[in-house]
């Protein structure tokens, strides 16, 4: 992967060492708010960041760097008072022909702390360009971005990669347990410019079980199966005590049953009729047990009109379910896993 680093002041440059876009800043603000900003308003969302980031950092131009740039114009910036980039010379500039939350939003992503909203904008690339991007970088490099998306998204990237590739990602992501900030802001800068371009929530400080977990909660069973099986054979300590943080589907019929109860009413009845599609007989009987008559016949009829469906659908109808699961438990209205002995519910 490229090493990327964030734009310096380039005002004491020669002429001969600018690059496109740095010339372009200098003529941006030499033009000035009014002037600059009608040529700004012409570009299109990556260069409008590219050339903003830069005008943000350029610093004091001087006098002669202006003259090779913009020799036309040299009679009216000869003091070198407006040729001064900063970060308010290109907020200004932006103002100028953008509404405010546009202009705070690209500010944000330039002045912000490095790689704020990287991850979280990740999330609208699709799976497949991501995976591959990432078949094209290091086992360590692709640990590393799966590491800080969202775990729905991680895992469909996962299940892109050919079974060669997931193995050693997963291996590798089994050992982040410290990387670099340095590392992490490289490869933030890279994504941004090299991917993001044209196109948001990371997993922050969890440690590695945790993040893979999260993965494999919402991974496919068929990839699952042989990185248990393979890396399982190399790794059988770790692969278990990831397991043990796991939470799915088939886990949500030993909760409590007033907890139950309450995530099925907060999900769709298309939805949690899909989701039992593969259960056995006695689980999808625990479902509609803990239901009023009313809804529990709703449910059951909703779940027999049901033909023959993909096994993707099912999943994803899981993962809804699963993602609701863990809203409710977060915001304390039901309980998924008791941690030990002592936290168990006594009637």
Same mark, same amino acid.
């Given at each position: ?15 001969? +060492? ?8 200098? *003529?941006?603000?030499?033009?000035g ?17 590219? #050339?903003?980031?830069? $005008? ?12 090779? #740039? &913009? ?14 980039g900063?970060?308010?010379?290109? %907020? ?12 705070? +939003?690209? $500010?944000?992503? *330039? ?16 799976? /497949?360009?991501? +995976? ?23 895992? =469909? !990237?996962? /299940? ?11 291996? &590798?992501? $089994? ?12 490869? /933030?800068?890279?994504? =941004? ?9 990371? %997993? ?10 999260? !993965? ?14 393979? *890396? ?9 005590? *990831? ?6 589907? /088939?886990?949500?019929?030993q909760?409590?049953d ?20 593969? %259960? ?6 625990r479902?509609?047990?803990?239901l ?37 438990e ?18």
């Open positions: 992967m490229a090493s990327l680093v964030p734009p310096k002041p380039f005002g004491t440059l020669p002429f001969e +060492a600018l690059t496109g876009v740095q010339k372009a800043a200098t *003529i941006l603000l030499v033009l708010d009014e002037r600059g900003a009608q040529v700004m308003s012409k570009l299109d969302e990556s260069e409008l960041t590219q #050339v903003t980031r830069v $005008m943000a950092s350029a610093g004091r131009l001087q006098p002669s760097l202006v003259s090779a #740039v &913009c020799k036309d114009f040299l009679g009216k910036f000869d003091g070198g008072d407006v040729s001064v900063s970060v308010s010379s290109a %907020q200004r500039m932006l103002l100028q022909f953008l509404p405010p939350d546009r202009v705070e +939003a690209i $500010m944000a992503e *330039i002045v912000g702390p490095s790689g704020r909203t990287t991850w979280e904008k990740l999330t609208n690339v699709n799976p /497949e360009t991501l +995976a591959n991007y990432l078949m094209n970088e290091n086992s360590e490099t692709a640990a590393l971005v799966l590491s800080r998306l969202r775990s729905d998204h991680a895992a =469909r !990237i996962l /299940e892109a990669f050919p079974r060669a590739k997931v193995l050693e990602v997963v291996t &590798c992501m $089994m050992t982040l347990d410290s990387v670099p900030a340095d590392a992490i802001q490289e490869v /933030e800068e890279v994504l =941004r410019n090299e991917l993001m371009a044209n196109f948001t929530k990371g %997993q922050g400080g969890a440690s590695p079980d945790d993040i893979l977990a999260e !993965i494999f909660n919402r991974t496919n069973r068929d990839t699952l199966s042989y990185i248990f099986s393979d *890396i399982g054979m190399t790794n059988p300590e770790e692969i278990e005590r *990831i397991k043990a943080k796991m939470f799915t589907f /088939e886990d949500l019929a909760i409590d007033g907890d139950l109860a309450t995530l099925l009413r907060a999900v769709d009845g298309a939805t949690l009729a899909l989701s039992l599609k593969d %259960q056995k007989e006695e689980a999808r009987e479902f509609f047990g803990v009023p008559q009313r809804s529990a016949t709703m449910l059951r009829d909703e779940f027999s009109l049901l033909g023959k469906v993909r096994a993707r659908d099912v999943q994803e109808a899981q993962a809804a379910v699963l993602e609701k699961a863990k809203e409710l977060a915001a304390g209205e039901i309980r998924l896993k008791t941690e030990s002995e002592d936290d168990r519910l006594i009637d």
